[in-house]
């Protein structure tokens, strides 16, 4: 059976989307049918907390992958579920909004196989991997939608995904801003805080950067600020101003410094994360690896980590992986032959080892 498709400008109406975005929903909605006629026993997509169609658009990429998964039943899955960053007055800092595309490309060339180095996964596997497509965060903000609602249509994008378990949220970016309404997401879902292993240079936990509290460079102080982290542990920071040592200390945030990498170490490799909390959140920024490794990032930090020691740290991490994002690759600056886009890559191939079950 198939459900109504509702009118676009209902749509509008009952998210409180301005005029100026009605015409976004159309293409909107012919992704939304998709959805509806591949879940025929819902009807359609529903925001429940607010009782309405929902507006975004999260395409079927694979639709017989996910047919799969469903008659497997009952296993963990991830989920890859990509957008463009935010904009903003830099131009360099947009680079960012073309990554997903790229990292995509990377994950399915042909000149690496598709298993992941842990466990040896198949990333062909649906029980491994669903691509669950884009939130065109950029368009919906070009037409004048605020901060706010915005943030609010990532947050019920990555809800609507994790509605459909087994799948969790693994988010490519993008720059740093949408780690917050993803892990409000996750944890608002999830009915409790989560830890929080965060990779990167610096730690993006200022009250408010030029002016903007929803910054790449604030994400961690509205994560703390709300409560949907109990934990939170930062590591590979290199660059932190007087400002992020203090908002460090009010929201009691581990910081792991490169500075002293080689004594923290052994404990880092021998991490135990989530326990009496809901699960574990990994967001890493590419930056946190040294550009020797990864050049691709808007932000260019010398004395960063190595991939193996990343690789050493997640493959020994124990802890239930809920959700996940990649964020700040930036291929306007990657090397010609693309090896920040691999390097993203594999990110995202080792996590999605580590979410899935
Ligand atoms: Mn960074």
Excluded at 151 to 172: C, G, H, T, Y
């Amino acid at each position: 059976m198939r459900a109504p498709i509702p009118s676009h400008r209902s749509i509008a109406n009952c998210c409180s989307l301005p005029p100026s975005v009605v015409h976004l929903i159309p293409r909107a909605l012919s992704l939304c049918t998709r959805y509806v006629n591949y879940r025929e026993e819902e009807g359609f997509i529903t925001c429940k907390t607010k009782n309405c169609k929902y507006p975004s658009r999260i395409a079927r990429k694979r639709p017989k992958s996910r047919r799969a998964l469903r008659a497997l039943g009952g296993v963990k899955a991830s989920t890859n579920a990509s957008w463009s960053s935010f904009g903003t007055q830099f131009i360099v800092l947009q680079g960012p909004a073309f990554a997903p595309p790229r990292i995509r490309e990377a994950i399915w060339c042909g000149s690496t196989n598709s298993s992941t180095e842990e466990e040896g996964k198949e990333l062909n596997d649906p029980r491994v991997l669903t691509d669950v497509g884009d939130v065109p965060v950029q368009e919906i903000r070009d037409c004048g939608v605020d901060d706010d609602r915005l943030m609010n249509v990532i947050s019920e994008s990555v809800k609507l995904v994790m509605e459909e378990d087994p799948l969790r949220p693994l988010v490519l970016g993008g720059d740093h801003s949408i780690s917050f309404p993803v892990v409000r997401a996750v944890s608002e879902k999830l009915g409790g805080p989560v830890d929080i292993l965060h990779l990167d240079a610096h730690p993006d936990i200022y009250h408010c950067f030029e002016g903007n509290k929803y910054s790449h460079a604030s994400s961690f102080a509205r994560i703390m600020e709300g409560g949907y982290a109990r934990r939170l542990l930062q590591v590979g920071i290199r660059s932190i101003t007087k400002e992020g040592r203090e908002q460090g200390k009010r929201f009691g945030v581990e910081q792991y410094e490169m500075r002293s990498f080689s004594r923290d170490r052994q404990r880092l490799e021998n991490l135990k994360l989530g326990e009496g909390v809901k699960g574990v959140y990994i967001s890493i920024d590419v930056d946190c690896l040294d550009p020797a490794f990864a050049p691709g990032v808007s932000h260019i930090e010398p004395g960063g980590l190595s991939f193996r020691n990343v690789l050493d740290i997640l493959h020994n991490l124990q802890a239930d992986v809920v959700a996940a994002d990649v964020v700040e690759f930036n291929p306007q600056r990657d090397t010609v032959d693309g090896m920040t886009a691999m390097v993203a890559a594999k990110l995202v191939r080792e996590l999605t080892a580590k979410i899935s079950k």
